[in-house]
């Protein structure tokens, strides 16, 4: 299926730096949102954004919806070693009937180096 | 507060065997739910959804089936496991209500002998 494309696909960082990483698509989303996944747990809420050109904060992230609709990026502040993971970008659209549909980016796996 | 529930966490099964995995959520009512698979370090592949007891859509056509017995139940199956069915499967669920975002389950990882 789709997917959209998510960079960088993975993050080599130390302690303290600041993160970034975005989404792109080639359709408009009504809805995106941010996820977490730690290794064998499901993908975690981190921010969710619902206008074009919103910008939204959590803690020390830091999310914006484009505004074309089509992009999305994720900054994280000073990282901690708790900041380690994958994340997901994903795009949310309605698909009839009350339901909505989310496409889910490649993923960038972030690593702490100690 | 609403909280998912997938059950079992861990599952190894041989091919040809069935196969069931449960989901549940609780503190809400009338939930869309969804079932995605995941291979190891990708994205998340949408395999079913359901905006209702009974109401099952079919995102790809695979070995697997799924049914909606109860408005906060969601059921993955298959008759017959195929080794291409190992891989991490994740139940989630909105709010009936536009705008919404998914929540997730801590899934069930699968592998098949």
């Known amino acids: 299926g789709q997917q959209l494309n998510q960079s960088p696909q993975s993050m080599f960082i130390q302690e303290g730096e600041d993160v970034s990483m975005n989404c792109t698509s080639s359709?408009?989303?009504?809805?995106w949102l941010w996820y977490k996944q730690d290794p064998g747990e499901g993908p975690v809420l981190l921010i969710a954004?619902?206008?074009?050109?919103e910008l939204t904060s959590n803690g020390r992230l830091t999310a914006q919806f484009g505004t074309t609709r089509k992009d999305s990026f994720l900054n994280i502040s000073a990282s901690i070693p708790s900041d380690v993971g994958i994340y997901f970008c994903?795009?949310?659209?309605?698909?009839?009937?009350?339901?909505?549909?989310?496409?889910f980016g490649t993923g960038t796996r972030l690593t702490i180096i100690p | 507060s609403q909280t998912i529930h997938q059950w079992p966490a861990t599952l190894v099964q041989p091919v040809g065997s069935p196969l069931s995995l449960e989901c549940t959520v609780e503190?809400?009512?009338?939930?869309?739910l969804y079932w995605y698979r995941q291979a190891a370090g990708r994205g998340l592949q949408l395999l079913f959804y359901?905006?209702?007891?009974?109401?099952i859509s079919s995102e790809v056509p695979q070995n697997l089936s799924a049914s909606r017995p109860q408005d906060r139940q969601f059921i993955l199956s298959s008759k017959k496991l195929l080794l291409s069915d190992s891989g991490f499967y994740l139940c989630?669920?909105?709010?009936?209500?536009?705008?919404?975002?998914?929540?997730f389950g801590d899934g069930t990882r699968l592998s098949i002998l």
């Open positions: 989630a669920w909105t709010q009936d209500r536009v705008g919404q975002p998914q929540h």
């Open positions: 359709s408009i989303f009504n809805t």
């Open positions: 954004l619902y206008k074009a050109g």
């Open positions: 994903a795009g949310q659209r309605p698909v009839g009937f009350g339901n909505e549909k989310l496409t």
């Open positions: 503190g809400t009512s009338n939930p869309n």
């Open positions: 359901s905006v209702g007891i009974g109401q």
